[in-house]
């Protein structure tokens, strides 16, 4: 009888759908895009790095509802150590009296480290601040 049943559920088990799910890595570039609605002013952030070789390109964009004195984006390579450490490549981009602010900046990377990027998407207008902060995937440069 044991048989019989052992039997019948491998057959069954045969005779049933499968689902295999595969994925595969790019070990040459590595994306990610935010998209946020949030704030006064703010309406859009995005942030897309991608990895080639061993230059990091960081393309990053703000939109602000309306023209404003000061749109901004302060972008930081940060490499894991005990914690995430800015880098001393990070820069900053500012444009004045207008709505949006695009710009794609360029880092080397060193091997043996686990990288991302940080950027501060902010903008100042008649004395007020506001800001939002994204953070790349974690990219594996070991």
């Known amino acids: 009888m044991k048989k019989v049943v052992v039997i019948s559920l491998l057959f069954i088990g ?14 040459s570039t590595s994306e990610i ?12 952030t995005t942030n897309t ?8 390109y ?6 602000s509802s309306t023209t ?9 390579l940060q490499r894991k150590q005990s914690s995430w450490v800015n ?3 990070s820069k900053e981009y500012t444009d004045s009296n207008t709505s949006s602010i695009s710009r794609t900046t360029s880092f080397q990377l060193q091997r043996g480290y686990y990288y991302r990027v940080k950027i501060v998407h902010f903008i100042k207008d ?7 902060i994204t953070y790349s995937s ?5």
Not at 16 to 25: I, S
Not at 58 to 63: C, Q, V, Y
Not at 138 to 142: E, G, K, T
């Open 138 to 142: 974690i990219i594996d440069f070991r």
């Open 68 to 76: 404003v004195d000061t749109v901004g984006l302060r972008i930081y």
């Open 87 to 89: 880098t001393t490549q």
């Open 33 to 44: 895009t935010v998209n946020m609605q949030t704030l006064n002013n703010i309406t859009n």
């Open 126 to 132: 008649n004395g007020s601040y506001e800001s939002d």
């Open 49 to 56: 790095v991608s990895v080639y070789g061993s230059t990091l």
């Open 58 to 63: 960081s393309s990053s964009s703000l939109d």
């Open 14 to 27: 045969f005779l049933l759908p499968t689902t295999l799910a595969h994925a595969e890595e790019n070990t």
